[in-house]
Nanobody, 122 residues
Framework: VQLQACGGGLVQAGDSLRLSCAAS????????MAWFRQAPGKEREFVAA????????YYADAVKGRFTVSRDNAKNTVSLQMNSLKPEDTAVYYC????????????????WGQGTEVTVSS
């Protein structure tokens, strides 16, 4: 599976952005998808995930209520709608894929995209 993320950019606090991740392969519907982020000087952290079984969704506490993850199996894409952005959301955002359907917030994923940079100015 190859992943290509896009949609990052420079925005002001309070603005919105929508990240998208396009996946190759014909079995996208059998992969759980996740978004992680890594801010400068910090470790990578979990943001959101959506399971391939029953579409169960997980969010990090820091983004709950502001971010929405969704998937379109027909288009092999997963999206992250980010609203009410804060400067602390500044990071490189990575999409990830794995056939697991448990422990989705953990960072053990088989496939990773190249990352898209999000910068939120105050």
């Amino acid at each position: 599976v190859q992943l290509q993320a896009c949609g990052g950019g420079l925005v002001q606090a309070g603005d919105s952005l929508r990240l998208s991740c396009a996946a190759s392969g014909r079995t996208f519907s059998r992969y759980s998808m996740a978004w992680f982020r890594q801010a400068p000087g910090k470790e990578r952290e979990f943001v959101a995930a959506i399971s391939w079984i029953a579409g169960k969704i997980y969010y990090a506490d820091a983004v709950k209520g502001r971010f929405t993850v969704s998937r379109d199996n027909a288009k092999n894409t997963v999206s992250l709608q980010m609203n009410s952005l804060k400067p602390e959301d500044t990071a490189v955002y990575y999409c990830a894929a794995d056939q697991k359907y448990t422990d989705l917030p953990l960072g053990r994923y088989d496939y990773w995209g190249q990352g898209t940079e999000v910068t939120v100015s105050s």
